[in-house]
């Protein structure tokens, strides 16, 4: 077919659509101009996009002089995508327009019935219903959704969309979120990819990572994980497992996620604690002079129990916020170890940024000023440390992202079809 009328006709209006993309609003003179194409063929490839549904005219242009130009732009809702972060204890869905505007986001809680024989069943039936809600909510049809991109906590294998090494509490469900179930249990394509590698892509299109060539996103929450971008690019490696530092092992031979994962926070909480309490037991029972300083050491106490009753990562940095010693003390302990690894990464990969983010990384008001001190004076590498603009949302921004790519190339090959 390359070379014949019709396949010259789709490639013209392809370019005509990218110019549209990029620029904006435009008149035919000016697409003409924009693309070399002449002024009878943009008329005639603009005619068949707007059968097409893929651009449309937005009135008369505020030229000085002679006819009004009829401005023709891209039609952005003539499509949907839905981008869909699956955590570890949270559902979160975005539903955008093809300029990934998003229009509509949700959380839910992240249910898992292990207990259930169809536990996979039950998740995919879930799930849609979520998307089924949504969409109803917004008074769109399922014809209407081009593509989801869903994000994992897991290695996602590049052959076969399979799912291998998955966050501790969704262990068991690998089937039900493997690319093929999701294929079967949705009436429009389906992308599966990696959650951080998502978090690193919304970070550089639409976040704090936007424009810079090298760098890395570290997701530090229930799991810990990193998205390696150069030039736009994610890296991805041998079977898709680059950037996956929880597999790094630390000095006493534990993985990295087991130390920097929430768990791993409130362990070192917990031991730090421990440790504390059993000091002024002993220094009650030598007989210490304890009336010196005493009512410091009542507000630790009270501090120090209080933390043990509600330890967890929100209470610790809440805690830290208020200035109290004992969580600040944890942190700071916390923070080398985030260091260690930052200098692991950037004496290999020497990124001119990392983007701090998940659950526990997102925390930057208390991490960064520990953590940028820490580069400062020890890291014979420094790049600049900065945290999540994007938030709980980069995972579904980048799912957004990928859905819009991938819907463009496949508009674009229906073209040529």
Sequence with gaps: MAGTPQYIRNLNENLIMDALINQGTMSRADISRQTGLSKPTVSLAIEHLIDRNLVREMGR????????????????????????????????????????????????????????????????????????ELLDENHLKWDQIQCIGFGIPGVVLPDSGRIHRIVDPLAGLE??????????????????????????????????????????????????????????????GLGGLTGEIAEMLVDDGR??????????????????????????????????????????????????????????????????????????????????????????????LAPDLIVLGGGVGGNGDVLLPLLRQIISEQFPVQPQLICSKLGEQAVVTGAVQVAIQQTMLNLQQEALD
Excluded at 83 to 106: Q, V
Excluded at 204 to 232: C, D, E, N, Q
Excluded at 277 to 295: H, I, T
Excluded at 312 to 318: D, G, Q, R, V
């Design 255 to 348: 993985r990295l996620e087991e130390v920097l994962s929430a768990d791993g926070l409130m362990q070192l909480a917990k031991d730090y604690l421990d440790q504390h309490d059993e000091l002024l037991l002993e220094a009650a029972d030598s007989g210490a002079d304890v009336n010196v300083n005493v009512d410091v050491d009542v507000d630790v106490v009270v501090v120090a129990n209080d933390l043990h009753r509600h330890l967890t990562p929100e209470k610790l940095f809440e805690a830290a916020r208020s200035g109290e010693v004992e969580a600040l003390e944890i942190l700071k302990q916390y923070s080398q170890k985030i260091a260690s690894a930052l200098r692991q990464i950037s004496v290999v």
């Design 61 to 132: 242009a505020d030229n000085a002089q002679g006819r009004k130009a009829t401005l023709i732009r891209f039609n952005e809702t003539a499509y949907y995508v839905c981008g869909i972060d699956i955590g570890a204890t949270r559902i979160r869905i975005a539903l955008s327009d093809l300029n990934g505007e998003i229009i509509a986001y949700r959380t839910y809680p992240m249910v898992v019935q292990e207990a259930y024989e169809r536990a996979e069943a039950t998740m995919l039936e879930l799930l849609r219903s979520h998307m089924n």
């Design 175 to 236: 089937e039900a979120f493997s690319l093929e179930s999701l294929s079967g249990a949705f009436p429009c394509e389906v992308i599966l990819e990696n959650d951080v590698n998502l978090a690193a892509l919304g970070e550089y299109r639409s976040g704090a990572a936007a424009g810079y060539p090298l760098f890395v996103f570290f997701s530090i929450g229930t799991g810990t994980g990193a998205g390696i971008m150069v030039h736009g690019q994610l890296l991805r």
